[in-house]
């Protein structure tokens, strides 16, 4: 039988129990009503909205805001929206009521036509509450007058040409490095640069634009505002694969190329005019050229400076180094040599390395006529592991039995595994001469012979 202190007792707990959820729900209540009076309620009224604009335009606008409830507020936001995508955004903070004025900039961009944008205010108050009041906007593109081609050389007028469409036609060299600016247009207009970023012309920059031509003399430099196509630039294709430019003289591919292949060479227009490594290409009757080493992947470098093909051999996405089987590549780096010519000379500058031409399995050539790849008189060039410093061949590693260049032992008037001339010998000028590094026995078992032809 229950005793009644006991039921007295539930009966108060009870109540207690009560009495706390009423207070939890007397706070909740408290609590939501104090949120909702603390949002507040942004107001906004704009003025000075343009009903049109241009791209490229700064967009002036003011509005005043305030707030219903006096909660303070926090900014004033003017955005510009192409469709669902943000594409400009100003934001003023604005601590008190008041009127507030800014500029949104309308972004000149590529391939859009014109149309219609949407153009947004909000009013922000430090509770997050907003105001929002939206317009639509119709945006055109600039027809400008002209443009103005920015060279060393000078400024030149690029003329309208078609709708978007502009040229400067002039005599200008084989290689124009330029800008093109176009003027503000319109009351609200600012100027606008257009330069090279990331391999294309791009508005916002102040990079120089690397047009090129076939031939230096009267030719036009064209420009399209719409699509930001420009031209001339030269198209250089080897062995079918258009050439990608590494700066202003050097343009490279790197592919698989088989031995025996014919290679044909396109974009050139002074190709005749340029020295062709008989190591690497002989040429065929149809124009084009048989390549001669063994196949696999090179790295192929067309250079203006010195009008001539630069061959690497690659492994995988690197140059290839020399192995210990004596697979890979070999490189000659130092004094007296050089290609196309001695003009261009090697040194001790690993970065103008020259490689071998792998003509067989571990077997490397080098073909050098004297008094234009070689010194006639004194050589002092060796032979390395890879285009860098690192392994290379001594004594210890390399020898010959030719009785025109010795290997250099440090006691004999050369480091080494440097090369020389032996006593006596002085190289004929116009003669050819064919340097051979076998190394079928192995990296450390390398063999020098030197024909003369």
């Known amino acids: 039988m229950v005793s009644i202190d006991n039921k007295l007792k539930k009966i108060t707990m009870k109540k207690y129990h009560l009495f706390l959820i009423s207070i939890l729900s007397l706070s909740l209540i408290f609590a939501c009503s104090d949120e909702e009076e603390s949002q507040g309620q942004p107001q906004l009224t704009v003025s000075g909205v343009p009903s049109t604009a241009y791209f490229g335009d700064s967009l002036s606008f003011s509005a005043e805001v305030s707030d219903l409830e006096n909660v303070p507020l926090s900014t004033l936001k003017a955005r510009l929206f192409f469709g669902d995508d943000l594409v400009s955004e100003t934001v003023i903070r604005t601590k008190s009521a008041g009127n507030y004025s800014g500029q949104l900039y309308i972004p000149f961009l590529p391939n859009i036509p014109d149309g219609t944008a949407t153009l947004e205010l909000v009013a922000q108050n430090i509770e997050f509450a907003t105001e929002i009041q939206k317009w639509e906007l119709p945006v055109s593109r600039p027809d400008f007058p002209h443009l103005t081609l920015v060279t060393a050389e000078g400024e030149f007028t690029m003329e309208k040409t078609g709708p978007n469409q502009y040229a400067a036609t002039e005599n200008f060299p084989q290689k124009v490095k330029a800008v093109i600016k176009a003027p503000a247009f319109g009351d609200r207009g600012n100027d606008i640069t257009f330069g090279w970023r990331e391999g294309a012309v791009q508005h916002h920059s102040d990079t120089q634009i690397p047009f090129s031509n076939s031939n230096a003399g009267v030719y036009a430099i064209s420009f399209n505002t719409l699509n930001y196509q420009a031209a001339p630039f030269i198209v250089l294709r080897m062995a079918g694969t258009e050439m990608a430019m590494v700066d202003d003289n050097n343009y490279k591919i790197e592919k698989e190329l088989e031995q025996d292949a014919a290679i044909s060479i396109e974009g050139f227009s002074d190709l005749d005019d340029w020295w062709i490594d008989p190591d690497f290409m002989e040429a065929n009757e149809d124009g084009t050229f048989a390549f001669v080493p063994s196949s696999g992947k090179y790295r192929v470098t067309a250079n203006f400076e010195h009008k001539y093909f630069i061959f690497e051999v690659m492994s995988g996405n690197d140059l290839a180094t020399l192995q210990a089987d004596g697979s890979g590549a070999l490189w000659i780096i130092g004094e007296d040599i050089g290609k196309p010519s001695l003009a261009n000379t090697t040194g001790w500058n690993p970065g103008k390395a020259i490689c071998f031409a792998p003509v067989a399995p571990k077997i490397y050539q080098v073909t050098l006529v004297g008094g234009q790849n070689i010194n006639t008189s ?56 064919i340097l051979k590094v076998d190394i079928t026995a192995g990296r450390d078992n390398a063999v020098l012979t030197v024909t003369a032809e």
Not at 407 to 415: Q, S
Request: hydrophobic share 25%.
């Open 378 to 433: 004194s050589i002092n060039f060796k032979f390395f592991h890879q285009k860098n410093w690192g392994g290379e061949y001594t004594n210890n590693s390399l020898t010959t039995e030719s009785d025109l260049i010795f290997v250099g032992d440090g006691e004999n008037g050369r480091d080494p595994g440097n090369l020389g001339l032996a006593e006596g010998v002085t190289l004929e000028t116009g003669k050819t001469y």
